[in-house]
């Protein structure tokens, strides 16, 4: 029975979202951006308490918290922060400060309710282009924490290089996602973003500037990644960087049988070596399901030719599982590429005459979403609340978490509002000495509950959900 299933509490939750908080308490006294100490300190120009501006800065892409802030502050350079946390520091009265950079939070957490939001997009704009560095040797990209990872990617590209470790959806911050985790298919191989930095410029709460890395102000360094943003605010981060692949070999293929399916992608995250050729680039599990669609915004992948087939194969099983795989490739590697994919399939127990792909350039494949982004907005459909929920399960209770959740509630109370993603990754890729936490297991499973609905119905969604 769905009643009597039990998550065990040691199921960690993570929220892949930007998300920077200094830990300065809130003040619900009016504030004042002509107070003297404002103005000494040179930053009153820069203090919005316009209408839009605090408008924008009450809500963020969860639609679901609103949190209204006293105003909001435009900086220039990262002293511009840096002098607003000293005055909420050094001042008696408490203040409460918060940094937005793409507002992809979900409840909240990049708002300041009676407090001062920091806009950190304001610091994008005067830069000059110079938020992204690659330096001379291309070992390693310099990287402002307001920049966005897409324009990361672009920077790089120009230069032949790119990052290893992504997020699906590439409109987030630097500061942001390293302030949380930064996951996706990739994190089998490469590691979370988190594990794919050399070096930070920090505010902390206590407005110091501080460069950290794993030599250098190390408990810092190790604090702030994955900190939630409890820790300070990233400033800038050194990525490290690597010879950028010209294309993909992108392909799906799916399962009736939940076993087979994790099996089959535990075998394949095993073959993790940054060096072995028969190493997938990329591995994402999802769910279709019954009343869902072959496509969904994170990628119109399928041929419409064959929606009908797959169609009748989630109505058989009424939930069928996708195992998503990528492999990259150049022009040292673009004839023996094929060859490669074909091995790394070879004796895998997904179901016969249901494997599907595709041959995509690089940029492409990473920035996927951005098209269902923006199919969405042109329907209205995408500012609307987000209910999401993303999980880390252990490998000893995905089993039960499919029967229970998939299967017990997901399936029986046809929640199919979203995409459902599942996936696993190595422990070993991630580094304990930091801040985000994930089972004690050698292998874990992510698990993503992508739902989207109504303005007046995501409170009933969570009822439906967990009644």
């Not at 209204?68 to 408490?94: E, F, R, W």
């Not at 001379?136 to 310099?142: I, K």
């Not at 994955?226 to 050194?238: D, E, K, N, S």
Request: proline content about 5%; glycine content about 8%.
């Amino acid at each position: 029975m769905v009643t009597s299933f039990q998550i065990p509490a040691y199921f960690t939750a993570i929220f892949i979202i930007t998300r920077l908080m200094s830990m300065i308490k809130i003040s619900s006294k009016p504030f004042d951006v002509h107070h003297k100490d404002i103005k000494a300190l040179d930053i009153g120009d820069k203090l919005s308490v316009e209408p839009s501006a605090i408008g924008a800065a009450s809500l963020d892409f969860g639609h679901i918290v609103k949190a209204v802030p006293l105003a909001v502050l435009h900086p220039s350079t990262p002293q511009d922060i840096a002098a607003l946390i000293k005055l909420g520091y050094y001042s008696s009265v408490p203040l409460g400060i918060a940094a937005k950079g793409h507002g992809h939070s979900l409840r909240g957490q990049a708002m300041a309710n009676n407090g001062v939001v920091v806009d950190m997009k304001s610091m994008k704009k005067n830069r000059n282009g110079t938020g992204i560095r690659v330096s001379s040797d291309g070992l390693y990209a310099d990287v402002g924490g307001e920049q966005l990872w897409i324009d990361v990617l672009n920077k790089t590209l120009e230069h032949g290089l790119t990052p290893v470790s992504w997020t699906d959806y590439l409109y987030l911050t630097v500061g942001g996602t390293l302030s949380n985790a930064g996951i996706s298919g990739q994190t089998f191989r490469y590691g979370p973003q988190i594990s794919n930095v050399l070096e930070m410029d920090v505010i902390t709460g206590k407005a110091d500037f501080m460069t950290c890395s794993p030599k250098k102000n190390s408990e810092l360094f190790y604090a702030v990644l994955g900190g939630l943003g409890q820790f300070g605010i990233i400033t800038r981060a050194r990525i490290p960087l690597q010879p950028a692949p010209i294309r993909v070999k992108w392909v799906r293929v799916l399962y009736s049988d939940f076993s087979a399916f994790t099996r089959d992608q535990e075998l394949l995250i095993s073959r993790n070596g940054r060096e072995d050729k028969n190493a997938l680039d990329y591995l994402e599990g999802s769910l279709l399901m019954d009343q869902g669609s072959p496509d969904n915004w994170r990628s119109s992948f399928f041929p419409h030719s064959d929606h009908p087939k797959i169609i009748s194969l989630i109505t058989k099983h009424r939930i069928i599982y996708c195992l998503e795989v990528v492999k990259h490739y150049d022009d040292q590697t673009k004839n023996t590429v094929d060859k490669e994919m074909k091995m790394i399939l070879q004796g895998l127990s997904y179901m016969p005459g249901f494997m599907f792909q595709k041959d995509v350039g690089y940029g492409e494949f990473l920035n996927r979403v951005r098209a269902g982004e923006l199919k969405l907005e042109s329907q209205g459909l995408w500012e609307v609340p987000h209910p999401w929920l993303n999980l880390f399960i252990p490998k000893s209770q995905i089993s039960d978490f499919n029967n229970g959740v998939f299967r017990g509630i997901v399936l029986e109370r046809n929640i199919t509002t979203g995409p459902v993603l599942v996936y696993p990754m190595n422990r070993q890729k991630w580094d304990d000495r930091m801040s985000a936490v994930t089972p004690d297991e050698e292998i874990f499973y992510a698990v993503g509950f992508l739902h989207s609905s109504g303005f007046n119905d995501w409170k009933l969604l969570k009822i439906k959900t967990w009644k």
